[in-house]
């Protein structure tokens, strides 16, 4: 499961990182590391690009940049 | 009786100079509110100024700290030491002190949003491996209190090896005594005792730093080493000699496993940074309140496109009606002074050079300064409270569609207010596709200097009449808005698709909360705005106020005096009472006509008059189209100078006197075809000779800034025939 299958509201945590392309390891630096939760808050108009929450502020990315992340969904309200 | 009482003070106790003796570097993340902190310890005590070789605003301010004096440089906002953008190359080259005029810092003011601690403690350890004295500011504590944000100091304090930690509120001015007291003590005070946080980089660059008999810095080597793609990276490293891609590949191995360089710094630091939130930070329950859960409403895509536009459309309603009173009064006032003054001066060159040159030139002008404050004011508070951010977040989708990204929707609704700092703001958009498209599409966006045009020519032509809740010159602007928008948005489509075609660039966005933009900041912005719009109206718009109302004034013609005086000689003798005042009137109207037609500016006019004839233009609108291609609300000036000294000069105000215009047959000048044309050619043409100079400045050629005059310049006068000649039929 990666970044950009996550539902509305659902939290997950990163567990693998293709870090190939050079827009992920800028993504990395803004902390999207192994082990960073994310919550999925909402997509702009026309879907994309996704905004997330993390540590309770708001970072957007596009769709084909959160693929590159693999997480583990957290049951809802964990 | 009593000794005079001396007091002995040393030497060194003396504040002789007033001069900042040390250069501290206010460093932090985008949106941390460094501005305002810097700003709130520097007070108007500030500066302005390039670097060499960008057009990025230098910020420098002087800060006095007990007997201390400082010199403070607010950087552009950084997430960390490795640059990818020219303001994020700016800042961490005037870090590492390797800018050149600009004082190497002496010590480091890190700036960290309490409520962002997560990034804001990654750039500081970062910065902590300058080894240079450093103060951290906690901004927004305020705002972690609402979001049940506790953070140990105490802890922190510990954490970051002993740097002095200061909770603030920039806003209100809280916890900046202690922060004031922490910089005064930071020149000279001993560099903290770091932890070791990546030993094996700090031993691997102390190396290669010996290698080379210690001319780079290790911590220039560090970044050097973790930077592979940025130049200054290549240049130090290349300092290595021949083998130098060998050395460095076995370094980066040893280091780095596998791992890209960048991707693998961010894994190690972020592990430091949780082990530290994990300890220093607690999180409780957010406070819910009315005005959190508005804002969090506000920021779901479908409220939050739909305020955009109910924002936009407040604004547009506001410069017009808000503005009225205000513009009357001002219209009043300089109809006033020019009367006044002619009525006090004897009629010649003088009396006309005041009232007609100037009081007519320079007030058709500063008219407009209430609705340049309106649309000012909105486009800053727009900024301040973080909706600007938001609508590039929403928007990427859209203008991925016309093939540029999110990014370039800043620089144009900035360009609604100016062109040249929203080319500027064109900055922060990573690829130079995308930047050079958005840079051409920004001239575009409907800018202030637009505005009095279009006001004049709606105010005279278009009927104040109401449909729905909004009024019908209210619509009429906004459709000339949408049609900048639209052009600018198509220009930029066929660039992407032709010169300038190539790969969609990604995008990423720390997406800032929604706050309350401070009154400060924003009257202090709004000032400087306003300050930079008088002195034009002082000395550009006078000077070309004066030399317009020359050209119209000389030659003075002796053969129409002649004949005016003697017709009203034969009127005189022929005509009584009403019937001999109102051709005597006439007579007057003709004889200024007719100075004017024979004028310079007449002459020069009528030279020009058959390019713009297929347009409907006379030649007074030609001679002003042309004086205002420099600067575009020169026009305005040069209408009130001309229309001032030529036959309409009876009538009070510039748009009367522009509806009484007729040709020499009797017909009015200015139809609806005619106007309609005019405006379409203001919306499209680039007279701005600022913008061409930043265009310039920008992409670092000509050929941009020479491309987009003509390209402009073409579609305005296609755009005004095609109107023309179609709506007359």
């Known amino acids: ?78 | 009786m009593a000794k005079p009482s001396v007091t002995r003070v040393s030497v060194d106790q003396i504040t002789v100079s007033r001069r900042p003796s040390v250069s501290i570097a206010v460093v932090g993340n985008p949106n941390s509110g460094k501005s305002t902190l810097f700003n709130r310890l520097t007070g108007l005590r500030q500066r302005t100024a390039n670097y060499p070789g960008a057009t990025v605003e230098k910020h420098v301010g002087t800060a006095t700290a007990g007997t201390a004096v400082l010199e403070l440089i607010d950087l552009p906002g950084t997430f960390s030491l490795s640059a990818h953008s020219t303001e994020e190359r700016i800042a961490v080259d005037v870090i590492l002190g390797r800018m050149p005029g600009t004082n190497p810092p002496a010590g480091i003011l890190a700036v960290v949003d309490m409520t962002n601690l997560y990034q804001g403690l990654y750039l500081v350890q970062q910065l902590m491996e300058l080894e240079l004295p450093m103060v951290v500011a906690l901004t927004m504590s305020d705002a972690a209190d609402v979001k049940g944000l506790r953070v140990d100091i105490d802890a922190l304090q510990a954490r970051l090896g002993g740097v002095t930690v200061c909770p603030v509120v920039a806003t209100t001015g809280q916890g900046i005594k202690a922060l004031r007291q922490a910089l005064a003590e930071l020149p000279g005070s001993p560099q903290p005792d770091l932890p070791a946080f990546w030993p094996e980089l700090n031993k691997a660059a102390e190396q290669l730093s010996a290698e080379l008999q210690g001319s780079v810095r290790r911590i220039e080597i560090e970044r050097a080493l973790l930077d592979s793609s940025g130049e200054t990276e290549q240049e130090i490293l290349g300092r290595l000699g021949k083998d130098r891609d060998e050395r460095v590949g076995e370094v980066r191995r040893e280091l780095f496993g596998d791992e890209p360089p960048l991707a693998r710094e961010a894994r190690y630091r972020y592990k430091w940074v949780r082990e530290i939130l994990d300890e220093v930070q607690q999180r409780a329950p957010p406070l819910i309140t009315w005005g959190s859960r508005f804002i969090a409403w506000l920021n779901r895509p479908g409220p939050g496109t739909i305020g955009l536009f109910v924002v936009m459309a407040i604004v547009f309603q506001a410069v017009f009606a808000w503005a009225t009173p205000m513009m009357d009064a001002i219209d009043a006032g300089t109809a006033a002074l020019g009367s006044f003054l002619a009525s006090q001066m004897p009629e010649g060159a003088l009396a006309s050079l005041l009232s007609d040159g100037i009081v007519a030139g320079v007030g058709s002008v500063i008219v407009f300064l209430p609705q340049i404050m309106i649309l000012f004011l909105f486009i800053i508070l727009l900024e301040d409270s973080g909706y600007l951010a938001r609508a590039a977040y929403l928007m990427d989708r859209v203008m991925r569609s016309v093939g540029l990204s999110g990014q370039s929707i800043i620089p144009m609704i900035s360009s609604f207010a100016c062109a040249v700092p929203g080319i500027m703001a064109t900055r922060v958009i990573p690829n130079r596709r995308d930047r050079i498209a958005t840079m051409l599409a920004a001239p575009f966006m409907t800018c202030s200097a637009r505005l009095p045009v279009y006001a004049l020519l709606i105010a005279a032509f278009v009927p104040a009449e109401s449909i729905g809740w909004m009024n019908l010159q209210g619509l009429v602007l906004f459709g000339l808005y949408l049609l900048g928008i639209f052009a600018g948005v198509l220009t930029a489509l066929l660039l992407r698709v032709t010169a300038l075609r190539g790969p969609k660039s990604p995008f990423a966005l720390m997406l800032p909360e929604f706050r309350k933009p401070n009154l400060r900041t924003v009257l202090m912005q709004l000032w400087g705005r306003v300050k930079v719009f008088l002195r034009r109206a002082g000395t550009v718009i006078f000077a070309v106020a004066v030399i317009v109302w020359a050209l119209a004034y000389y030659p003075r013609s002796d053969t129409v005096a002649w004949e005016l005086a003697e017709q009203q000689a034969v009127a005189e003798a022929s005509l009584r009472g009403g019937a001999l005042s109102e051709t005597l009137q006439q007579l007057d109207h003709q004889a200024a006509a007719d100075q004017l037609a024979q004028s310079w500016l007449g002459r020069a006019g009528q030279v020009v008059e058959p390019v713009f004839r297929p347009l409907g233009w006379d030649w007074k609108i030609s001679a002003a189209v042309i004086a205002g291609f420099p600067a575009r609300e020169v026009v305005i000036a040069v209408l009130g100078t001309v229309y001032a000294l030529g036959d309409a000069a009876d009538e009070a105000t510039l748009a009367q006197r522009l509806k009484s215009a007729t040709w020499p047959d009797g017909a009015p000048v200015f139809t609806l075809p005619m106007v309609f044309g005019l405006l379409i050619f203001y919306a499209c043409c680039l007279q701005c000779a600022a913008t061409l100079a930043v265009i310039q400045r920008e992409t670092n050629s000509w050929r941009w800034p020479v491309f987009a005059w003509f390209y402009m310049s073409t579609i305005g006068y296609v755009g005004a025939l095609l109107v023309y000649q179609l709506g007359s039929g």
């Open chain 1, 1 to 78: 499961m990666t970044l950009a299958s996550l539902g509305r509201g659902q939290k997950g945590v990163i567990r693998a990182i293709d870090t190939s392309d050079p827009m992920v390891q800028r993504l990395m630096v803004l902390g999207l590391v192994e082990g960073a939760e994310l919550e999925y808050s909402s997509a702009a108009i026309g879907g994309d690009p996704l905004e997330f929450r993390l540590f309770g502020n708001a970072i957007s990315l596009r769709k084909e940049q959160a693929r590159h992340f693999t997480v583990s969904p957290l049951p809802n309200g964990g």
